[in-house]
């Protein structure tokens, strides 16, 4: 059974970072794709980052330059590294696998996700 679970949010002031983690069981992040997303109430589910079984990289427009997509093989785990955040990135952030793709995954939207997080709350205060 795959799980995985995110941790790591919390509030943090607007110019300064964070680093979420994703905890992965039944599954190996390193074989497939990897995503992290963010929503706010009322809008839809918006692609922050994603990684291929490679480890390439691909970042929404708003995260490029400034958020960094990392994966510990051993831990089973990955991990999204936020500088410089502002007030509307204030959101809350999921980590998810989509278990039928390994390569592409800029391309995939959320339908295309398999197993999600419960999500954590990530506040950016002025």
């Known amino acids: 059974q795959v799980q995985v679970v995110e941790s790591g949010g919390g509030s943090v002031q607007s110019g300064g970072s964070l680093r979420l983690s994703c905890a992965v069981s039944?599954?190996?992040?390193?074989?497939?794709?990897m995503g992290w997303f963010r929503q706010v109430p009322g809008k839809e589910r918006e692609g922050v980052a994603t990684?291929?079984?490679?480890?390439?990289?691909s970042y929404g427009d708003s995260g490029k330059g400034r958020f960094t997509f990392s994966r510990d093989n051993a831990k089973n785990a990955v991990y999204l590294q936020m500088n410089s955040r502002n007030v509307e990135e204030t959101a809350m952030y999921y980590c998810?696998?989509?278990?039928?793709?390994?390569?592409?995954?800029?391309?995939?939207?959320?339908?295309?996700?398999?197993?999600w997080g419960q999500g954590t709350q990530v506040t950016v205060s002025s």
């Open positions: 039944g599954y190996t992040p390193s074989r497939y794709c």
């Open positions: 998810a696998a989509a278990t039928y793709f390994s390569g592409g995954c800029v391309y995939l939207g959320p339908d295309s996700y398999t197993h």
């Open positions: 990684m291929d079984s490679d480890g390439n990289t």
